[in-house]
């Protein structure tokens, strides 16, 4: 697929934002986001998902955007092509619950025949269920994991052969403070943002192989619909932690996100008490994905493919 390469001045406000420079990632040609280019956005009708689908329309893309409500995903639609540069830009929605690998599978299947191969790729679609550990059902366990992770993992899987047939992208997995450290209240969830981190270190080095660059972010409480949900059923102790992080903006989350992917950045912390957070949490990553792309690359055979 040919990407029209139009150049897009990067947006210059200065949010607080930790550029973690240490971990290497590939770019592809132009920038991941480039005008006329598709955009697929897993939980792009709310909140976070929501923020970054309408940037990535003001950067010229076309978004694709996967959701279970099809009224929200409707009316984030329409939202989303308010911010489009250009009128021919194109917004598409799959109503689609991730943690269903079969019609995910057929979602993205057509996303991909509607708009194309995606040149990047956020997963934001998650949920949280806060509680202490025993009154937390079972069943909320799976789900959390099914949704947060596999899902996850699912639509990295069903967009990487376009992606890399097209000669590269981006993708981004939405974790959170709480797949930095444990949290008393976040039994359920903390470990599937946890897990994402895993899969995220893992999948980098492979991926950089495949010209597609790979970031994690990692939001702190962040104000969307979502998050007011969850405040109900937070135990105090978890609301008194989490209170130590100011509320951000969704806007202001999604513009640390962008400006990761155009930086070319594998963590992205937005925010002061995240930066903090994950200097003190993964002080040497950077160091250490550089041994670890050192020792894979050097035997790798002659000529392979990076
Ligand atoms: N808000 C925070 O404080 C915060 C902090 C750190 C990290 N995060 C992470 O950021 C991401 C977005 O959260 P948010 O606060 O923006 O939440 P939100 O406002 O509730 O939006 C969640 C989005 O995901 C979709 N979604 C949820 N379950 C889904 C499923 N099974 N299949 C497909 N789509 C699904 C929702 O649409 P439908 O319900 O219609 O499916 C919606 O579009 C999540 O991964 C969350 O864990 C949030």
């Excluded at 480039?34 to 309408?54: C, D, M, N, P, R």
Aim: charged share 20%; glycine share 10%; hydrophobic share 45%.
């Amino acid at each position: 697929m040919q990407y029209h390469g139009e150049a897009v001045d990067a947006p210059r406000r200065a949010e607080p934002f930790h550029e973690e420079p240490g971990v290497p990632n590939v770019a592809v040609k132009d920038g991941a986001i480039a005008a006329g280019a598709h955009a697929i956005v897993t939980g792009g009708s709310s909140g976070i998902g929501l923020a970054i689908a309408k940037l990535l329309a003001a950067r010229g893309m076309n978004v694709s955007i996967l959701a279970r409500n099809v009224e929200r995903l409707a009316t984030a639609r329409m939202a989303i092509e308010q911010e489009r540069r250009h009128p021919s830009q194109r917004i598409a929605c799959q109503a689609v619950d991730v943690a269903e690998r079969e019609p995910l599978e057929a979602a993205i299947r057509q996303a991909i025949g509607e708009l194309g191969a995606p040149r990047v790729l956020v997963a934001s679609a998650g949920v949280a269920a806060a509680g202490y550990f025993l009154d937390i059902h079972p069943t909320a366990f799976e789900r959390t994991m099914a949704v947060n992770y596999l899902g996850t993992i699912d639509a990295v899987r069903l967009v990487v052969p376009d992606m890399r047939a097209a000669g590269g992208g981006h993708i981004v997995l939405i974790s959170s403070g709480a797949g930095l450290l444990g949290i008393l209240g976040y039994a359920a969830y903390c470990p599937t943002k946890f897990a994402l981190r895993g899969f995220a270190e893992a999948l980098r080095p492979e991926a950089k192989r495949w010209g597609i660059g790979v970031s994690i972010a990692y939001p702190p409480d962040t104000d969307t619909p979502g998050f007011h949900e969850e405040e109900c059923t937070k135990p105090p102790e978890t609301r008194k932690i989490c209170k130590t992080a100011s509320l951000m903006s969704a806007d202001a989350v999604a513009r640390a996100v962008v400006r990761g992917i155009d930086r070319g950045r594998f963590s992205i912390a937005p925010g002061w008490p995240m930066t903090l957070l994950h200097r003190a949490t993964t002080p040497f990553d950077g160091v250490i994905a550089r041994y670890l792309d050192w020792l894979v690359g050097a035997r790798w055979p002659r000529g392979a493919a990076r």
